[in-house]
């Protein structure tokens, strides 16, 4: 079962000032609106800064994309990931249309309360 790109997709108050201070860090901005959210990577590692669209740091997991942001030409679509989970008896949030193709989410919480997306672009 593969889940695709891992990020991290965090809350941030100043999305100005979180991007300044990631880029500090060697993070290049490489996707995002520029108002509500940025998307930065460091080699292989992507953060995604969100102002204003959630409360909590989610785990994010992009089936069909490559950890280095490229598109895969064969992926585990989001619906066989969500048919597993729940045979797996994983409690969804928000789920994906079984009968649907193409992009879809579905999201889940941890144990401890941190929530879980995957986010299928294609």
Do not use: C, W
Not at 47 to 69: A, C, R, S, Y
Not at 86 to 99: F, H, I, P
């Amino acid at each position: 079962m593969e889940l695709g790109a891992f990020s991290i997709s965090l809350a941030v108050k100043d999305l100005k000032a979180s991007r300044d201070f990631y880029q500090k860090f060697g993070f290049e901005v490489t996707g995002g609106d520029g108002e509500g959210y940025l998307i930065l990577k460091n080699g292989t590692t992507i953060i995604g800064l969100f102002q204003g669209m959630f409360e909590k740091n989610i785990l994010t997991f992009n089936p069909g994309l490559g950890q280095d942001t490229s598109q895969l030409d064969s992926f585990t679509d989001i619906r066989v990931l969500q048919k597993h989970l729940k045979e797996q008896g994983v409690e969804l949030m928000s789920e994906v249309d079984e009968e649907g193709s193409g992009p879809g989410s579905l999201t889940a919480l941890d144990p401890d309360g941190n929530p879980i997306l995957i986010d299928q672009f294609f």
